[in-house]
């Protein structure tokens, strides 16, 4: 059987991932492709335990910045290891709302953290496994707080927004590093717009793997 191929949606908070994600599921399900529809932090019971204590503030001490590093890829190798590696290799199609260009963006530019820091976290954590096709759907940060308002925001929702232009920054400057696998996507369209774009980005992917 062949390996199955893994898609990652980033962008920041509110550019609309969720829904795209739901989108490609569905419309991989249509061609009869099996799906693992997954998410980061998170995707399995342990990963999820780690999501909540990253995004839920601790009364009493805060979290440092290089421990939410670890944290975000210790539930990576987790999820890596107990749900997508075996997904993939039973052949199906992995649709995962954030990987590791998040921690990059986030840890990276929001945070500050240098990157001499997180390559070799990210290089000893993946074991050489990158997403085939990485959807970036890129959205001014204003435009992305105005589809958010009025929605309990978790401990990172609630940074300013400096935090989330360099968090931009980071992701449009790491999908001109590793342009072979990212596709920016304008996420100011409509969902439906960002779906038909994405479906034919998928469906190119899939051709290229009958080759
Ligand atoms: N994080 C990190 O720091 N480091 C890491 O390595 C990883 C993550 C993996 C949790 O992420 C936090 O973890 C996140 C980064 C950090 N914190 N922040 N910020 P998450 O993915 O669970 O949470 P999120 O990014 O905050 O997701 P979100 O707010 O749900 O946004 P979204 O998934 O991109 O958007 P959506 O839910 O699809 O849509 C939001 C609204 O806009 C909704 O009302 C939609 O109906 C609407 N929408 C969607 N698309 C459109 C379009 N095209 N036009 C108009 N309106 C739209």
Redesign the pocket.
């Known amino acids: 059987m062949s390996m199955g191929c893994l898609i990652s949606v980033e962008?920041?908070?509110?550019?609309?991932?969720?829904?795209?994600v739901e989108s490609i599921a569905a419309f991989l399900r249509s061609h009869d492709i099996a799906v693992c529809q997954t998410?980061?932090?998170g995707g399995t019971p342990v990963a999820e335990s780690i999501r909540h204590l990253?995004?839920h503030a601790h009364p009493h001490e805060p979290l440092t910045h290089r421990a939410?590093l670890l944290l975000?890829f210790a539930s990576?190798i987790q999820h890596i290891e107990m749900c997508i590696l075996p997904a993939l290799q039973r052949g199906e199609w992995v649709i995962c709302?954030?990987?590791?260009d998040?921690?990059f963006a986030?840890?990276g530019g929001?945070r500050g953290l240098g990157l001499e820091q997180i390559e070799p976290i990210a290089a000893w954590s993946m074991g050489g496994l990158e997403p085939d096709l990485t959807l970036l759907?890129d959205l001014p940060v204003e435009q992305a707080m105005q589809?958010?308002q009025g929605r309990h925001k978790?401990k990172?929702?609630q940074e300013s927004l400096a935090f989330f232009e360099s968090v931009r920054s980071a992701y449009l400057v790491r999908a001109q590093q590793m342009s072979q696998r990212f596709l920016v996507l304008d996420?100011t369209?409509?969902?439906d717009a960002?779906a038909l774009q994405s479906h034919e980005a998928v469906k190119r992917l899939w051709a290229s793997e009958d080759d």
């Open positions: 962008g920041i908070e509110g550019a609309g991932k969720s829904t795209l998410r980061e932090p990253l995004l939410e975000m990576r709302d954030r990987f590791v998040a921690s986030y840890q929001g759907l589809r958010l978790d990172i929702e996420a369209v409509s969902a960002l």
